[in-house]
């Protein structure tokens, strides 16, 4: 592999056979991140408070490999009803302030029954 995979315990644990981020020597690839906090329990409340669950994850992660969210440069958010759009938006509003590239897709069912996910790719 020409990467090294990033973990650190500041984040939801993954959920499957997969690292929370490929660093490599032009980028840093998060997995998707869900409302979780560090221990793995869920995150409850409203869609503002899960979308700040996932970005605090990212930013953890991200520490980790020796980055910031100021450095993210695409984000992929994942919304089980886009009836959360303009709430998700919010939230996400209040951290990437440098607006990076984003796709935004409705899905049917994410992991753990979760209604948001975000991944992003960051800069080293």
Not at 58 to 73: D, M, P, Q, R, T
Not at 107 to 118: A, F, H, R, T
């Amino acid at each position: 592999m020409s990467g090294t995979p990033v973990y650190t315990s500041k984040a939801a644990p993954v959920a499957g056979p997969y690292s929370q981020a490929i660093k490599t020597p032009t980028a840093i690839y998060c997995s998707g991140q869900i409302p979780c906090d560090a221990q793995g329990n869920l995150v409850e409340g409203t869609i503002q408070e899960k979308t700040a669950a996932c970005i605090g994850n990212l930013k953890a992660v991200l520490g980790e490999a020796g980055s910031e969210i100021a450095k993210v440069v695409k984000v992929n958010v994942f919304l089980t009803d886009m009836a959360n759009f303009a709430s998700m938006n919010e939230e996400y509003a209040k951290w990437f302030t440098h607006k990076p590239a984003r796709s935004c897709v409705a899905v049917k069912q994410l992991p753990k029954g979760v209604d948001v996910e975000i991944e992003c790719i960051a800069l080293p």
